[in-house]
Structure formats: structure tokens, C-alpha cells
């Protein structure tokens, strides 16, 4: 019984990775949205691909310690490096908002909005 959990904890975190890429699903993302498509430089967007490609390893990695049953503690500590490795993707991709996105509207006269944005965004880090 445990270990057909496990596989069906692996396979759910395989899945949700593949779900989560490919065009069909970035088209569905988007027209959920009613934000902007942004454009990144190609040397900004390959650090974020690359930063996310190894925290999809890290995962990836935990689900195989779940698999075969590692002791706890060191699970933990996996989990942990990919909470920090999550929270540096995240203040990269909230510096290039700020520096990109809110600065464009500040100077286009969208300011305020922009800015609630920004800060409803960082709250959500401080929970």
C-alpha cells in the first residue's frame, strides 16, 4: 500500500511538471490572464529557464528519496533547497518586474496600479 502511494506521489510530481510546460499550456495560462505577455532578454530568460530546470531536478530527486524511503531529515533538507531555490527565482523575476514592468507604467502614468500590484505580490512571500 505505501509504496503504490509513493509511486503515485512520483508520478504526480512528474506530471504536474510536464503539465506545466509546452505552448498549449503557456496559450491557456495566458488567456486565463488578462496581463500582459512579457518579453525577457534571451540571457535573463535562459537563467530563469536554467534555475527552474534544476529546481524541477530537485523535485524531482525528493520524490525519488520518498521512493525509497531516505530518512526524513535528509528529505527535509531537500525540501528546504528547493523553498530557497524557489524564493531566488522568485526575487529574480520580482527585480525584473520592478525594473521592467513597473517602471513602464510608472513612466506611462500607470503607476499606482502597479505598484498595489507589486506590493500584493510581495505579501504573499511574507505569509
Known amino acids: 500500500m505505501a509504496s503504490a502511494r509513493k509511486r503515485s506521489v512520483t508520478r504526480a510530481v512528474r506530471d504536474a511538471g510536464a503539465a506545466s510546460r509546452g505552448p498549449a499550456a503557456s496559450e491557456a495560462r495566458h488567456a ?37 524511503d531516505r530518512y526524513c531529515v535528509d528529505v527535509l533538507t531537500q525540501v528546504s533547497a528547493v523553498q530557497s531555490a524557489l524564493d ?25 496600479h502597479a505598484i498595489d500590484e507589486a506590493l500584493a505580490v510581495i505579501g504573499k512571500f511574507g505569509r
Do not use: W
Not at 535562459?46 to 523535485?59: F, H, K, S, Y
Not at 518586474?97 to 517602471?103: E, F, I, R
Open 32 to 68: 486565463a490572464h488578462a496581463h500582459p505577455v512579457v518579453a525577457r532578454a534571451p540571457r535573463h530568460a535562459a537563467d530563469l529557464a536554467q534555475r527552474l530546470n534544476r529546481i524541477e531536478g530537485q523535485v524531482r530527486g525528493i520524490g525519488r528519496m520518498i521512493d525509497e
Open 88 to 112: 531566488a527565482l522568485a526575487l529574480k523575476l520580482l527585480e525584473h518586474h520592478l525594473h521592467g514592468c513597473v517602471a513602464h507604467a510608472v513612466a506611462s502614468g500607470d503607476g499606482t
